[in-house]
């Protein structure tokens, strides 16, 4: 059973589209996150949700929009997409804080926008 | 903002060799992960250090956080190909903050 659970794993896109991300987690996880990761490997959060409560909300273009429908899911909607959203977007969860059990991400879905 | 800067940024070694990645800042962070990633994947999790000088070791990888916990190092003993990966180290601050600080990362290759 895949811990954390992105779909879909690329997405290939023109700009102005529309498009969602997935990502469902069965660890019993209280608390889950979106990182972008850019070309060169770096890893920057975006969003976090605390039971479905938004917790962290990094300055992130108001085109990208999290919703939580419930502390299992936490899906990510972007809209008119541009150039620059172009790159690998995780999901990760964890158990309270990340202090001490880490995050369980993953595989990411690689967004390509044309 | 707490920053954490990794080096070397990249690293092209043989097998059988030993190395050593840092992982520093001049903030104090509570606990310091490090994560390994592979092309393709996510991130994952290979140890969290949380007490000042602390040293764990995971076969032939040994992980040490600084005595001020700002910093941390990873060696890594007769480097193996599969050993190769993205080598992240986040660290977190405490509390009831939820945010892991990322830094940029250390591209391991190892060559047979």
């Known amino acids: 059973d895949t811990a954390v659970s992105q779909t879909p794993k690329y997405l290939v896109t023109q700009m102005g589209n529309d498009k969602s991300i997935k990502c469902e987690q069965n660890l019993g996880h209280d608390t889950m996150y979106w990182y972008k990761q850019d070309s060169k490997k770096f890893l920057k959060i975006m969003f976090s949700?605390?039971?479905?409560?938004?917790?962290i909300n990094e300055t992130v273009p108001n085109r990208f929009s999290p919703k939580s429908p419930d502390k299992a899911h936490l899906n990510l909607h972007i809209n008119s997409l541009e150039l620059g959203d172009s790159a690998v977007y995780f999901c990760a969860s964890s158990q309270v804080g990340a202090g001490s059990s880490g995050y369980t991400f993953g595989s990411g879905t690689r967004l390509t926008v044309v | 903002t707490q920053l954490l800067e990794q080096s070397p940024q990249f690293l092209s070694i043989q097998e059988g060799e030993n190395l050593t990645v840092y992982c520093n800042s001049s903030s104090v962070f509570s606990s310091l992960q490090w994560y390994r990633q592979e092309p393709g994947e996510g991130p994952v999790l290979l140890v969290t250090v949380v007490t000042g000088g602390e040293v764990k070791k995971l076969k032939r990888l040994t992980f040490q956080f600084g005595d001020a916990r700002k910093d941390s190092s990873l060696h890594i003993t007769a480097a193996q190909p599969g050993d190769t990966g993205l080598y992240l180290c986040?660290?977190?601050?405490?509390?009831?903050?939820?945010?892991?600080?990322f830094g940029k990362g250390t591209l391991l290759t190892v060559n047979p």
């Open positions: 986040a660290g977190h601050s405490g509390g009831s903050n939820y945010k892991l600080t």
């Open positions: 949700y605390n039971n479905k409560e938004l917790i």
